[in-house]
């Protein structure tokens, strides 16, 4: 029998231990695997409208809990109440709508090839491995689940190891829902006992949102196995600002999305490149957007930025702003370690952000935006193409023609946002470029992902058949 690993909860506002929670042994893994399998099995012969009765009933059931659910979220990875009520009902949104679109998005598809009967259809994979990350520990789960259920899967769900209380709660969400017992299953189980998985007979396709190490070493496993594989790995988002942009509402902008779940996010703003013309404006009206981010508890139901998700997550934070200093980048605001316990750091702002500087190289996973400097139109473009990532990119400017000519055209990125902040939507493809990761989550694009795309192809009439 294989060893049964213990999972320890921080509560990030304190750096004090929460509720200890007692793992899967791999041996207890695969026995889950089995039965989320034969589960399968009965749940692809469900018709469409039984699924998804039961997703609404899982949004439901969502939308009843979101004050614990939240609260659950605050202890185990700091977010803010306020944010996590919020991302529950982003959750049950998600569930409604996939539980009303998944049967007209996976209809069968007839092609006219001039004589015999033939069409597409869209048949279930099996079950769907998912290892997910903490930071959107809810959503980033049901925006794989909702459209994987839905579209006949099982699914079986590593999550981050600081979250397993999350985890086990997702689980519950979908048996009180009164889905089949084992088709959606949490295994708590370290990180090295996902490559045995992946192997595993019984795992038919394999969803990682995370790092880029990790993305590679389960594309590796993956690959290795001959199993499709989705991946949503990181960013380092670049929001151009041109000469024309109403400066104040690019601060606004910018300071949005950088502030994203305090910084954490994928998806956040994290290299603002500004037009030479307009840069000390916007750094000062920058400095005033993020200096309204001031952290405190997050159970205050008006505090917009608690704390990060661990002290040794915010010490790699300030690392890398030091040194980003040290190498000539100037600290314009925050950038200190608040003298109490918890994993505190405060809004930051970096001005002469320059290549060399890990502000500018590396992804930073905290609340410290970083601005670069651009000569004009085209080299703004080409500093923030300039990039490993390509996952969320944005364009600010009064001129909305040229605004979304770049967007479309010329950012090389998943996703390009106008005058906003990038954020997911259950309604549209998610997904990067890059070392961004590939594949797509959410909208038609994500059903797509993990079923198998048949061709049927029928000689001679057939009864029934029009």
Same mark, same amino acid.
């Given at each position: ?104 998005? =996976? ?60 985890? =086990? ?258 309604? =549209? ?38």
């Amino acid at each position: 029998m294989s060893a049964k690993p213990v999972f320890q909860t921080v509560n990030p506002a304190t750096g004090e231990d929460g509720k200890a929670y007692d793992g899967h042994s791999l041996d207890e893994a695969k026995a889950v695997l089995g039965q989320a399998r034969a589960a399968f099995e009965d749940w692809r012969r469900t018709s469409y409208a039984d699924r998804a009765a039961l997703m609404k009933t899982a949004a439901a059931v969502l939308r009843a809990r979101k004050d614990d659910y939240a609260a659950l979220m605050t202890a185990e990875m700091g977010k803010t109440l306020a944010d996590g009520r919020a991302e529950i009902e982003k959750c049950a949104g998600a569930c409604d709508w996939f539980a009303d679109h998944a049967a007209d998005f =996976l209809k069968d598809e007839t092609v006219d090839v001039g004589g015999p009967h033939a069409f597409t259809t869209f048949n279930p994979l099996g079950v769907v491995l998912a290892v997910m990350p903490w930071n959107f520990p809810f959503w980033q789960v049901f925006r794989f689940a909702a459209p994987a259920l839905m579209a006949g899967n099982g699914a079986v769900l590593k999550h981050a190891s600081n979250v397993p209380g999350c985890a =086990l709660a997702i689980e519950g969400v979908f048996r009180d829902a009164g889905f089949p017992e084992h088709l959606f299953r949490t295994l708590l189980i370290p990180s090295g006992d996902v490559a045995p998985l992946i192997e595993d007979d019984r795992v038919a396709a394999v969803t990682l949102t995370g790092s880029v190490g990790a993305g590679r070493k389960v594309a590796q496993a993956a690959g290795g196995a001959l199993k499709k594989v989705v991946l949503e790995l990181g960013g380092s988002d670049a929001y151009v600002i041109l000469e024309d942009a109403d400066v104040d509402l690019a601060a606004r902008v910018a300071a949005a999305a950088r502030m994203v779940n305090g910084g954490q996010s994928c998806i956040a703003g994290k290299r603002f490149v500004v037009v030479e013309s307009v840069a000390e404006a916007f750094e000062q009206a920058l400095v005033r957007e993020m200096a309204g981010f001031q952290a405190g508890d997050p159970t205050s139901p008006d505090v917009r930025f608690g704390p990060l998700v661990s002290v040794a997550a915010r010490d790699e934070i300030h690392r890398q702003v030091e040194a980003s200093i040290d190498a000539g980048a100037r600290l314009l605001l925050g950038g200190e370690v608040p003298g109490k316990p918890g994993a505190w750091y405060p809004a930051t702002v970096l001005a002469g952000v320059v290549p060399g500087q890990p502000a500018h190289d590396e992804e930073v996973f905290g609340p410290v935006a970083a601005v670069i400097r651009a000569k004009d139109e085209a080299d703004a473009i080409r500093i923030a193409n300039a990039s490993e990532y390509g996952l969320g990119s944005g364009v600010i400017t009064s001129d909305i023609a040229r605004g979304t000519r770049i967007a479309a055209e010329q950012l090389d990125a998943g996703m390009a946002f106008v005058n906003a902040n990038v954020r997911s939507d259950p309604r =549209l493809p998610f997904g990067g470029v890059k070392h961004s990761g590939h594949g797509r989550e959410c909208s038609r694009y994500g059903l797509l992902e993990f079923v198998n795309v048949k061709t049927v192809w029928v000689e001679g009439e057939v009864s029934g058949m029009e």
